[in-house]
């Protein structure tokens, strides 16, 4: 099961509170996002990774081209990520962009869906949606997010290798 902390819009009457505090930095950044994009957007976070789960609110201006496909809303999303990569816990430069996950909902509506590399490596089930609809970037998140902090390229050494298998077979 998911657990998610839930930060209240400022001055809120929702009586809901974390039972483990957001980390002051978090909490600063998030309300910082709300200083900028308006006060009305409903965070929600994952309690073991500190990535959103789900963010949505009045929604950020953002224009989409009559003519405009996947990847030209997906170039207009890099910015954005690159500007909030300490909330989102992402780089800009680790993700690509998910072709098949992405696209038009319905009329004026788009779904864009990014996944993480890690080191070149996809990484299965992590991604991120964004929302945009009626010129609005209405909401995002991650469903599931992970901080990869493995080696993802395999030892190649001779000696290791094969002492790692005679080792793992002796019987």
């Known amino acids: 099961m998911r657990w998610s902390l839930a930060?209240?819009?400022?001055?809120?009457?929702?009586?809901r509170c974390p039972r483990h505090p957001l980390p002051l930095a978090a909490r600063a950044g998030w309300d910082s996002f709300r200083a900028v994009h308006g006060a009305q957007?409903?965070?929600?976070?994952?309690?073991?990774?500190?990535?959103?789960?789900?963010?949505?609110?009045?929604?950020?201006?953002?224009?989409?081209?009559?003519?405009?496909t996947i990847d030209s809303i997906a170039a207009t999303l890099r910015p954005f990520i690159a500007a909030n990569?300490?909330?989102?816990?992402?780089?800009?430069?680790?993700?690509?962009?998910?072709?098949?996950?992405?696209?038009?909902?319905?009329?004026?509506?788009?779904?864009?869906?990014?996944?993480?590399?890690?080191?070149?490596?996809?990484?299965?089930?992590?991604?991120?949606?964004?929302?945009?609809?009626?010129?609005?970037?209405?909401?995002?998140?991650?469903p599931r997010w992970s901080r990869i902090d493995v080696k993802a390229t395999p030892d190649r050494r001779r000696d290791r290798g094969s002492s790692a298998t005679r080792n793992a077979t002796w019987v």
């Open 7 to 15: 930060i209240p819009p400022p001055r809120s009457t929702q009586r």
């Open 41 to 68: 957007w409903a965070i929600w976070l994952d309690r073991r990774s500190g990535a959103p789960l789900l963010v949505e609110g009045r929604g950020i201006p953002w224009p989409v081209d009559a003519g405009a």
């Open 85 to 142: 990569r300490s909330l989102l816990m992402a780089d800009d430069s680790e993700l690509e962009l998910d072709r098949d996950a992405s696209g038009l909902l319905q009329p004026d509506v788009w779904q864009i869906v990014v996944q993480p590399r890690s080191r070149g490596v996809p990484v299965a089930g992590e991604r991120y949606l964004f929302t945009i609809g009626h010129g609005n970037l209405i909401s995002f998140g991650s």
